[in-house]
């Protein structure tokens, strides 16, 4: 499994207000235009340095999804860095750098960033250099830099060109927060000097139910398109306030005061010290696995501490829950299984191998995890798509029965409650006629903005006749297979795009592992094409799921949504060749899989396609994967009961807590499972970077409420702006942590390489 990670913190940051706030706050505009053409769109600069800033990213990425399967969109970073850029130029450039820019720019740059997943760099190709000739059945498993090339291309553009139509339903009817995007297009506000998007759009909905109801929707003459969504706050209980105009005006000051170059000055400070860390690794590689615990622990049962700040890094933007729970199976899988296995002869190899050792046998419990969690969260996510479409189709066909009593009553007379959740006004009982002029003025961008429909279903067909072509020249795989491996492919893409919306996670790795099951049964004893089949769903979900990302930040700050699709292809086509080229130097320097590059998710792609082909289990396993496969199913069944149960409050015993903190706290399988395939010296390292973060925050916050205290001035929202605060500058000090091990490590593989 790889790990896409985005910004678990989708913190909410304000901007200042200026005079003409209120005219920026509107973008008053004619017809169905949203896109504000005041600024620059796409811009060949914008894209020129999202791709220079990609690059990096994608080199680092790529270094670290070798390692531990660890990836990242990267998307705030890039418009942080971005901004900089121009604003370092601003003195000669003609034209002022623009959020639409902006928005362009961190959209090439992610695009090219997360290849190496997309692509399966970090997976599935490893994982076909790993077959043994006796199950390769003759096939083609090392590929040379123009087929990696023509791989990464088959796998680049179907997704994308399916995500085009995702967005008018995700985005603009149902309003799925998508938390990584939302903060993104708040980080872009933030830079600008821009009002919160999200509290604009809030003020702007209300607006616009109010005037419906009074039949009138003007401004100042002009006709008024407005959207609406919920705000970050409306979605995180624990920080939730309603918010003033006062509160506003406070929380801009505050958190407007870490200004940009302070930002910049934490990235350039944390991306060396992380970057020295990697040169003194590499001259000096004791230092990366000290053993803290004691000599056999460290020699015999694999428990080092790797004071990587990378790592610490990548704790800070997972999170502390999500890291505590990857602890957690760390000390299951490497404290408890793992020394059960060997102590019973169970698998008598060193523990560090995969094919006798204890790691290859918890690896079996870790991916019964995902597969449980996986199936039972898409599970979950699907049944709620299609109860909603069952709803839609019953209010449609209710419209059209109801259709002579709204032309002959009066508009207050008939109301309708909404039975797909709370109305655009927050009542359930708002009158329908000012129900369908909310609804009528949720979208429209003008169609110039727009993807062209022929070229959505055109450039889906054709991308999927490149896929077709290029399996069948590579793999020797019958194209009607690959054909259903795309159709496949594409509505599990839809479930990953939902659950992205709504929890910030894309399960990609679990969407193609239900891929690999079903091929079992179309393609049985062909593990390349099982393989294969999983890379497709997996990029499938990867690609439609960046690019919604990407224009959920488009869709607050009204960028083009057809500039972000060309750069998003921008972006992907660039990253096939300059990930392919990483990729070879990578092997060409170190042996993949090997010390330096375990590649973890390349044994989980190959164990699962191997299962689900008949192979046998390893000794004494099977309980082990009944007892946690059973547990992980359960448990995101009950989180859904839980948050869907409508109460403030659990009681557990004389104990209660809040509902949004249970579920902030809720255990997670995919977590557990990185821990239990991960060695511990990569999850220490994360907890450390988590906990310090979660440390220093209560610390700093303790600090201000005895402050407030004592001068006689604390208010309950100042603590949440602080919180705020703290999180946005804990992000920006780890991404120069994570940019600067893998950036430093990239330019020592090439002096090595060359």
């Known amino acids: 499994m790889s790990l896409l990670i985005q910004s678990r913190h989708a913190f909410e940051v304000k901007s200042v207000a200026t005079d003409d706030d209120h005219e920026q706050r509107r973008q008053i505009v004619s017809g169905r235009h949203m896109v504000d053409v005041s600024q620059p769109q796409f811009t060949w600069r914008a894209i020129i340095v999202g791709l220079l800033f990609g690059t990096i990213l994608c080199f680092s990425n790529l270094w670290f999804g070798l390692q531990s399967g660890w990836i990242s969109m990267m998307s705030l970073q890039s418009s942080l860095v971005g901004f900089a850029v121009f604003k370092a130029l601003e003195h000669v450039l003609d034209v002022p750098f623009g959020p639409a820019e902006n928005v362009v720019l961190q959209s090439t740059a992610v695009a090219t960033a997360t290849m190496p997943l997309a692509g399966g760099f970090v997976g599935i190709l490893p994982a076909l250099k790993l077959l043994e000739e006796s199950e390769s059945n003759g096939a083609r498993t ?89 705000t970050a706050a409306d979605n995180d209980s624990d920080n939730s306030h309603e918010d003033t105009d006062d509160e506003v005006q406070t929380d801009n000051i505050s958190v407007d005061d870490v200004k940009w170059v302070t930002k910049l000055l934490i990235l350039f400070v944390s991306f060396t010290m992380s970057g020295v860390y990697a040169l003194l690794a590499h001259f000096f590689p004791i230092i990366a696995a000290l053993p803290v615990f004691g000599r056999r622990a460290s020699t015999v049962w694999a428990w080092n501490l790797m004071p990587s700040l990378s790592y610490a890094g990548q704790g800070i933007i997972m999170g502390l829950p999500t890291c505590l729970w990857m602890l957690v199976g760390s000390v299951v899988g490497w404290g408890i299984l793992s020394p059960l296995a060997k102590n019973e002869g169970w698998a008598p190899g060193p523990v560090t191998d995969w094919k006798t050792g204890s790691r290859g046998w ?56 909404n039975t797909l959740g709370q109305s655009v006004d927050g009542d359930t009982n708002v009158p329908k006629t000012a129900q369908l002029v909310a609804e009528e003025d949720v979208d429209e961008v003008d169609p110039r903005f727009l993807v062209p429909a022929w070229v959505t279903w055109g450039g889906l067909v054709a991308s999927t006749l490149l896929c077709m072509g290029i399996v069948k020249a590579l793999f020797d795989i019958p194209m009607y297979d690959t054909l259903i491996a795309v159709v496949l492919a594409l509505p599990l893409a839809v479930l990953g795009v939902r659950a992205l919306g709504e929890t910030d996670l894309n399960p990609v790795s679990g969407i193609g592992k239900v891929s690999q099951v079903v091929f079992a049964g179309i393609m049985p004893g062909n593990l390349v094409g099982n393989l294969v089949a999983g890379g497709i769903a997996e990029a499938g979900a990867q690609q439609a799921g960046d690019l919604m990302q990407d224009l959920k930040t488009g869709h607050l700050l009204n960028a083009s949504p057809r500039a972000q699709f060309v750069a998003q292809m921008i972006g992907s ?87 949004s903190t249970l579920l902030r706290w809720w255990p997670s399988g995919i977590a557990f499972a990185i821990g239990i395939y991960n060695t511990p010296n990569f999850t220490l390292m994360r907890v450390i970077g988590a906990l310090s973060t979660a440390v220093v925050t209560e610390v700093v916050v303790s600090r201000h409420k005895h402050s407030g205290i004592r001068s006689g001035v604390l208010r309950d929202h100042d603590e949440s702006i602080l919180r705020r605060k703290i999180a946005m500058l804990a992000i920006i000090l780890a991404s120069g942590f994570v940019l600067g091990e893998g950036t430093f490590s990239f330019f020592i593989l090439l002096s090595q390489a060359f």
């Not at 509290?199 to 401004?219: F, I, K, P």
């Not at 969260?377 to 059209?400: C, I, N």
């Open 142 to 230: 090392v590929l040379n830099f123009g087929q990696l090339c023509a791989w990464g291309l088959a796998l680049t553009f179907f997704g994308v060109f399916f995500a085009i139509p995702l967005r008018r339903q995700t985005i603009i009817k149902e309003k799925l927060r998508f938390p990584s995007g939302t903060a993104t297009a708040q980080m872009i506000s933030v830079l600008h000097k821009r009002p919160d998007p999200t509290l604009v759009e809030e003020q702007l909905q209300a607006e616009t139910t109010a005037t419906a109801l009074n039949g009138v929707a003007r401004d100042h003459g002009t006709f008024v398109r407005r959207r609406g969504i919920a």
């Open 362 to 417: 918890i690896l079996w419990i870790s991916l019964a995890v995902m597969i449980a969690e996986s199936i039972v969260s898409l599970g979950l996510v699907g049944t709620k798509e299609l109860l909603l479409a069952l709803g839609r189709l019953r209010v449609f066909y209710g419209k059209r029965k109801s259709s002579g009593n709204l032309l002959s009553q009066p508009p207050e007379e008939v109301t309708t409650p």
């Open 573 to 659: 086509v660039f990253s096939v060749f300059v990930t392919a080229g990483a990729y070879l130097l990578y092997n060409k320097v170190y042996p993949i899989p090997g010390p330096q590059f375990p590649v973890p998710t390349a044994q989980v792609w190959l164990d699962m396609a191997r299962l689900v082909n008949g192979h046998p289990l390893p000794p004494h396993v099977w309980p082990f994967i009944v007892a946690f496969s059973i547990l992980f199913a359960l448990l995101p069944a009950v989180a859904v009961i839980v948050k869907n149960s409508g109460k403030e409050y659990v009681a557990f015993g004389p104990w209660t807590v809040r509902t």
